[in-house]
């Protein structure tokens, strides 16, 4: 079991409510995508799942129990997660996996975090300081971290945001395999994009926000058969017709901030 209960939660910074009345629970093994506008707050609820902030009210449980503080049942690859900078990208991992697996030989932890690195296609790279790494190497080199882990529940808000389109499509690929692996010890993941084919490829689920504040605008299933393979997908209909359901979602959601005067339009500005 890795199952997910939001319970009602709202989140505030101060007076500025972000978060009201989520409630969604993820089964074990789910795959939840969230779309939304920008500063809708789906940082804010992964850092939520992740014990990084409570909830203002409301409650998140894994299995049952509250969610009080990070852990290593909750792998995190964040919008800006940084790996830390004095270790080399192999020393972060094999940190990692020194504390999710205790009791190995460092030569056993060495050889698995080059595994690892490799798996992200960094294996020449695990000598390199994260200063010394492009931001996309660094992104690869915290999902590396993550997958090395193994946790049953996977946070990643925008993981791929910054790669460019092959490495981004090798590394849905690659989380999509380990992610279906065995049926039985699937993860749980929370999937922050602004992609919305992304979202379609990966998610059994897509969960769009709202924008002040934020709520569930919209739960779509996902029940395209997998493996699922990009080529074939954007010819079907049943992703066509949900790629513009999602769309039209999302710009509803802007076009109607437009209208009450939340974001004001500025010269130039297409949407
Ligand atoms: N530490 C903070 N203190 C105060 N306000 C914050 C803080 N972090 C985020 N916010 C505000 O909360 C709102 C939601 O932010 P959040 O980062 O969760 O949005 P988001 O949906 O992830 O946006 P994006 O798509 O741009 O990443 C924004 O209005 C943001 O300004
Ligand atoms: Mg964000």
Wanted: charged share 20%; hydrophobic share 40%.
């Amino acid at each position: 079991m890795h199952e997910v209960t939001i319970d009602n939660v709202s989140y505030a910074y101060g007076s500025h409510q972000v978060l009201r009345d989520i409630t969604l629970t993820a089964e074990a093994g789910d795959f939840i995508c969230l779309l939304g506008p920008s500063g809708c707050g789906k940082s804010t609820l992964l850092r939520l799942l992740a014990g990084l902030s409570l909830p203002t009210s409301g409650s998140i449980t894994l299995d049952g129990a509250a969610i009080s503080g990070p852990g290593l049942d909750r792998g995190v690859v964040f919008q800006d997660y940084s790996l830390f900078p004095w270790m080399t990208a192999g020393q972060n991992i094999v940190l990692a996996l020194e504390q999710a697996f205790p009791g190995k030989s460092r030569g056993e932890y060495r050889e698995a975090a080059v595994g690892y690195l490799e798996l992200v296609g960094l294996g020449g790279a695990s000598e390199k300081l994260p200063g010394q790494m492009s931001g996309g190497m660094r992104q690869r080199a915290a999902i590396a971290r993550a997958f090395a882990i193994n946790s049953p529940v996977l946070l990643m808000d925008e993981p791929f945001g910054a790669l460019d389109a092959i490495t981004r499509a090798k590394l849905q690929d690659l989380l999509l395999q380990l992610w279906q692996q065995k049926e039985g010890e699937r993860k749980t993941v929370f999937f922050v994009t602004h992609d919305v084919e992304e979202a379609i490829l990966l998610a059994n689920r897509i969960v769009v926000l709202g924008l002040n504040p934020g709520t569930i605008k919209g739960v779509f299933e996902v029940d395209l058969p997998r493996p699922r393979i990009r080529q074939e997908l954007y010819l079907r209909d049943s992703f066509l017709g949900l790629r513009d359901r999602l769309v039209t979602l999302l710009h509803e959601n802007i076009l109607s901030e437009l209208d009450e005067g939340r974001i004001v339009r500025s010269e130039g500005d297409s949407i």
